[in-house]
């Protein structure tokens, strides 16, 4: 899955049902997503996670207070 226009960094990567940052949606973690200075990023997401309706949910930092980007798998 790849990613663009984000800031240079490492963030977490969680799958959920929705696309929300509330932990009652959380299905799995996935790998973190590592961006570059080129705004991009790519991370693998298992071929089963998608078409059920699931959600890449970014967040900003480990302590998963806040949403970095959403992106529907």
Excluded at 4 to 15: A, D, K, R
Excluded at 23 to 44: A, C, E, M, P, Y
Aim: with cysteine.
């Amino acid at each position: 899955m790849n990613f663009s226009g984000l800031p240079v960094g490492t963030y977490p990567v969680h799958v959920h049902s929705i696309c929300s940052g509330r932990q009652s949606f959380h299905v799995t973690v996935v790998q973190n997503l590592g961006v570059g200075s080129s705004g991009r990023g790519t991370i693998d997401v298992p071929s089963s996670y998608f078409g059920r309706g699931l959600c890449l949910v970014v967040y900003t930092s480990p302590s998963l207070s806040a949403l970095l980007t959403t992106r529907p798998i």
